[in-house]
């Protein structure tokens, strides 16, 4: 569970157990909790951890650290209590999707944020004891890496057929009721579900905003039960220790293997078909252009969580070693992120501009570390260097001849300027090979 003070600790701890041991059960009596003094001062920590930009108020969080952090809170604590609370509207961002789409955030202001991670706090307590393992997005103690590396165990273990999932626009689709009515079955507390819709009224008469606290927890929980019959297939066609059929979901990103086995014919067209008919009821579709089947063994790749994954033939023997390489739309993302920092970089001293192209360089290469990835890091890297070279060109105002690679040596990149170094390969645990 996401790290709280003890007493809150303790809390999420005992409706953790409660809704583990009872799962009947339906909770009452939550509302006190969510607007306790140590809840809104964990979410409010929560939000300003992650950051973000400012909602349609424009309130920074050193816009309320200066007028008085408990002042804050404590207006948001007698809103709730008295019952005047009402979200304010979310301001709308447009993401380049690359492909000339966009996805739109929701982003809620600072008040609204800490609103919803007091209520996630506690209701995710709850939905924890009820998830199934085979779901890994924005959950405690689980991870993209983690979600890799059961997609990856999977076709290791034979699973060589893949349906790679792709679904329409999920977010935009949750339907209210049918989302309070699966919260309904472990809440009965009036005050909770009145907050929880008019969290998710904000943003329309259907669909979840992407971009606040609560959305993540929502998505979850709509698509609980799915992920339960997957399950249920899962056990069912396992032949001793070996399974058939497998699920995983990240969010709204899903893949399914199926045993690639001449006796399986049929099998994954029929997985296929189980999920249109768990998702129609939903009003949740699948994007038929962006969801295919295919054979890893044909050398077919799939692509998971920015990661193309493909298997290849070992050089001896009939095994096949399955690999894991970031995307091109990942490699384009992080050098455009570079670029971005040096076309702005203006008069900013250069230790300061290498500090920013640092931290970006850290997450990127920290998530992607695990996979095949030392031609995209190469490549990564060439690039940055250039883009430094080219910019310190640049501000010594001489004549461009070339992009510096006798004057600005790697010696002065990395020793003198610090700039990011730690390029290093780490693969996921247990990697095995298939037959």
């Given at each position: 569970m996401t790290k709280a003070p003890s007493n809150l600790q303790d809390l999420r701890r005992r409706i953790y157990r409660k809704a583990k041991s009872d799962k009947s059960h339906r909770f009452w009596g939550l509302f006190v909790h969510i607007t306790k003094a140590e809840t809104l001062e964990e979410a409010y920590r929560a939000a300003k951890r992650n950051g973000g930009a400012a909602g349609i108020d424009g309130q920074k969080f050193g816009d309320i650290e200066q007028a008085g952090r408990a002042d804050f809170l404590a207006a948001i604590r007698k809103d709730l209590e008295t019952g005047r609370y009402k979200p304010m509207p979310n301001r709308r961002v447009d993401i380049p999707k690359g492909n000339g789409k966009f996805r739109t955030l929701q982003i809620p202001c600072i008040r609204d944020r800490v609103v919803q991670g007091a209520l996630k706090l506690?209701?995710?307590?709850?939905?924890?004891?009820?998830?199934?393992?085979?779901?890994?997005?924005?959950?405690?103690?689980?991870?993209?890496?983690?979600?890799?590396?059961?997609?990856?165990?999977?076709?290791?273990?034979?699973?060589?057929?893949?349906?790679?999932?792709?679904?329409?626009?999920?977010?935009?689709?949750?339907?209210?009721?049918?989302?309070?009515?699966?919260?309904?079955?472990?809440?009965?507390?009036?005050?909770?579900?009145?907050?929880?819709?008019?969290?998710?009224?904000?943003?329309?008469?259907?669909?979840?905003?992407?971009?606040?606290?609560?959305?993540?927890?929502?998505?979850?929980?709509?698509?609980?039960?799915?992920?339960?019959?997957?399950?249920?297939?899962?056990?069912?066609?396992?032949?001793?220790?070996?399974?058939?059929?497998n699920y995983h979901r990240f969010a709204d990103d899903v893949v399914i293997t199926v045993s690639g086995h001449h006796t399986k014919r049929g099998w994954a067209e029929r997985a296929l078909q189980r999920l249109h008919e768990q998702l129609a009821p939903l009003g949740v579709e699948l994007n038929k252009e962006k969801t295919k089947m295919m054979d890893v063994l044909n050398g077919e790749a799939f692509g998971f969580l920015g990661f193309d994954l493909r298997s290849v033939r070992k050089r001896k023997g009939n095994s096949y070693l399955l690999l894991m390489t970031p995307k091109k739309k990942a490699r384009k993302a992080i050098k455009a992120k570079v670029r971005d920092i040096v076309r702005h970089s203006g008069a900013t001293p250069m230790p300061k501009v290498v500090k920013q192209i640092n931290a970006s360089l850290a997450g990127w290469v920290n998530y992607f570390r695990v996979g095949n990835a030392s031609d995209a890091f190469s490549e990564v890297r060439d690039y940055v260097e250039m883009k430094v070279r080219n910019l310190l060109t640049r501000r010594k105002r001489r004549r461009k001849t070339s992009i510096g690679w006798r004057r600005w040596s790697n010696e002065y990149l990395y020793e003198v300027l610090g700039l990011y170094w730690d390029w290093k390969v780490r693969p996921l645990p247990g990697l095995g090979s298939m037959k």
């Amino acid at each position: 569970m996401t790290k709280a003070p003890s007493n809150l600790q303790d809390l999420r701890r005992r409706i953790y157990r409660k809704a583990k041991s009872d799962k009947s059960h339906r909770f009452w009596g939550l509302f006190v909790h969510i607007t306790k003094a140590e809840t809104l001062e964990e979410a409010y920590r929560a939000a300003k951890r992650n950051g973000g930009a400012a909602g349609i108020d424009g309130q920074k969080f050193g816009d309320i650290e200066q007028a008085g952090r408990a002042d804050f809170l404590a207006a948001i604590r007698k809103d709730l209590e008295t019952g005047r609370y009402k979200p304010m509207p979310n301001r709308r961002v447009d993401i380049p999707k690359g492909n000339g789409k966009f996805r739109t955030l929701q982003i809620p202001c600072i008040r609204d944020r800490v609103v919803q991670g007091a209520l996630k706090l506690i209701l995710e307590a709850i939905f924890e004891a009820d998830f199934c393992p085979n779901s890994y997005g924005f959950r405690p103690r689980r991870s993209p890496h983690r979600a890799l590396a059961e997609v990856r165990r999977s076709v290791m273990r034979r699973m060589s057929t893949i349906i790679d999932v792709d679904l329409s626009r999920y977010f935009d689709t949750i339907r209210h009721s049918m989302l309070l009515d699966k919260i309904a079955k472990r809440v009965q507390d009036p005050r909770v579900l009145h907050l929880v819709k008019q969290i998710i009224n904000v943003g329309g008469k259907i669909g979840v905003p992407q971009g606040g606290p609560f959305s993540p927890l929502a998505a979850n929980i709509y698509l609980n039960e799915l992920d339960w019959t997957f399950d249920a297939i899962r056990r069912k066609t396992a032949e001793g220790d070996y399974e058939a059929v497998n699920y995983h979901r990240f969010a709204d990103d899903v893949v399914i293997t199926v045993s690639g086995h001449h006796t399986k014919r049929g099998w994954a067209e029929r997985a296929l078909q189980r999920l249109h008919e768990q998702l129609a009821p939903l009003g949740v579709e699948l994007n038929k252009e962006k969801t295919k089947m295919m054979d890893v063994l044909n050398g077919e790749a799939f692509g998971f969580l920015g990661f193309d994954l493909r298997s290849v033939r070992k050089r001896k023997g009939n095994s096949y070693l399955l690999l894991m390489t970031p995307k091109k739309k990942a490699r384009k993302a992080i050098k455009a992120k570079v670029r971005d920092i040096v076309r702005h970089s203006g008069a900013t001293p250069m230790p300061k501009v290498v500090k920013q192209i640092n931290a970006s360089l850290a997450g990127w290469v920290n998530y992607f570390r695990v996979g095949n990835a030392s031609d995209a890091f190469s490549e990564v890297r060439d690039y940055v260097e250039m883009k430094v070279r080219n910019l310190l060109t640049r501000r010594k105002r001489r004549r461009k001849t070339s992009i510096g690679w006798r004057r600005w040596s790697n010696e002065y990149l990395y020793e003198v300027l610090g700039l990011y170094w730690d390029w290093k390969v780490r693969p996921l645990p247990g990697l095995g090979s298939m037959k």
